[in-house]
């Protein structure tokens, strides 16, 4: 996580005067430097990185990345540009991008795809010339050949880690309910897998019925769109419902990334949390959710690498436009971040 990155997260979540000086004074170093090579940079050829949304706090991270690479390369031909829709809802907005970006000739395209299958469909009919890859999420299986390969996360693997932390917790089962985001999210539905088939101990479960001792309840998995405020209502209400929840799966980061609010409807579960009869684990370490890890409102946190990627990228885009051979997939790693070892987490 870079400083801009994190005095930026708590200047816009905190309003804290003093980090957003802080956050202000970055930030113009940035533009700055993005703005140094002036009319050239308009000349450069694009190097584009479509995320879901831009209003989801995950994505500035892997954007932190990108403009990373710009500064270390300033004379290089290509830039990298950060993307996407204003709001991580908005499907169709981000294909929409993608497809201007194609019609405009970018360089090449670095997708994370929302909708995997739509995102996979409109590659296949468009076949544009540029090399194509996804980032931080991959098409659905069945797409794949429309990209050149996928930069990011084994999304399964965290999956499985989060079922593993758990198991730790909760050795012989329960009632569980999972968090997810997109219903159609490729990285989503691949962790979630991860999680039923580790700790189901079978292949393949599609939901949990009382496999390895563990049941999900009515309701749930949720799908909160990515909606930070839809996340912290659902997992309230399942509290509220489920006095006797014995695990609670946040897939991605969503509630957390609203800490006041996720504060908040922990404060209600508390004694449980404590007592460990209710069990959180949570994907992502931004700074907000390893606040929550070390306040004990969360057991667990498997972390991806966003900034990795972001920072990556371009090296990779441009391998792919040279016609060098790229590895697929590229995966960027995952911490394990608990309450023991805060002190070292996430790798920096």
């Known amino acids: 996580m870079s400083q801009a990155s994190e005095a930026r997260w708590r200047a816009e979540k905190t309003g804290d005067t003093e980090v957003n000086k802080s956050m202000l004074k970055m930030?113009?170093?940035?533009?700055?430097?993005?703005?140094t090579a002036g009319p050239v940079w308009a000349q450069k050829k694009t190097l584009a990185i479509v995320v879901r949304g831009l209003d989801t706090p995950f994505f500035p991270v892997l954007g932190a990345g990108c403009a990373k690479w710009n500064k270390e390369t300033p004379n290089s031909e290509y830039t990298c540009l950060y993307t996407g829709p204003a709001s991580s809802a908005d499907e169709a907005g981000q294909i929409q991008v993608v497809e201007d970006l194609i019609n405009k000739g970018a360089a090449a395209i670095a997708i994370s795809p929302s909708n995997a299958p739509a995102m996979g469909k409109m590659l296949k009919a468009k076949n544009p010339k540029m090399p194509i890859m996804t980032i931080d999420a991959d098409l659905s299986?069945?797409?794949?050949?429309?990209?050149?390969?996928?930069?990011?996360?084994?999304?399964?693997?965290?999956?499985?880690?989060?079922?593993?932390?758990?198991?730790?917790?909760?050795?012989?089962g329960g009632t569980v309910c999972m968090q997810l985001g997109n219903v159609a999210a490729d990285n989503i539905n691949a962790r979630a897998a991860g999680f039923r088939d580790t700790i189901s101990g079978k292949k393949g479960i599609d939901r949990l019925k009382g496999e390895?001792?563990?049941?999900?309840?009515?309701?749930?998995?949720?799908?909160?769109?990515?909606?930070?405020?839809?996340?912290?209502?659902?997992?309230?209400?399942?509290?509220?419902?489920?006095?006797?929840l014995d695990a609670f799966i946040l897939v991605g980061g969503w509630a957390q990334f609203g800490p006041q609010a996720y504060a908040q409807v922990t404060d209600q579960v508390m004694p449980k949390l404590k007592s460990k009869e209710l069990i959180v684990i949570a994907g992502d370490t931004l700074p907000p959710q390893l606040d929550a890890l070390k306040n004990g409102r969360s057991h667990a946190q498997i972390g991806q690498?966003?900034?990795?990627?972001?920072?990556?990228?371009?090296?990779?885009?441009?391998?792919?436009?040279?016609?060098?051979?790229?590895?697929?997939?590229?995966?960027?790693?995952?911490?394990e971040c608990v309450a023991t070892n805060l002190d070292k987490c996430p790798a920096k």
């Not at 930030?27 to 703005?35: E, I, P, R």
């Open 305 to 335: 690498r966003p900034f990795e990627m972001g920072y990556r990228a371009p090296s990779v885009m441009i391998d792919l436009i040279g016609g060098k051979k790229v590895a697929d997939p590229l995966f960027t790693g995952l911490d």
């Open 27 to 35: 930030t113009g170093v940035l533009v700055a430097a993005l703005l």
């Open 212 to 244: 390895g001792g563990w049941t999900e309840i009515a309701g749930c998995p949720l799908f909160t769109n990515d909606q930070i405020d839809l996340a912290n209502q659902q997992m309230a209400d399942v509290f509220t419902k489920n006095p006797k």
């Open 141 to 172: 299986a069945a797409d794949r050949s429309a990209r050149k390969t996928y930069l990011g996360t084994n999304n399964y693997d965290m999956g499985v880690l989060m079922a593993k932390h758990l198991k730790q917790h909760k050795a012989s």
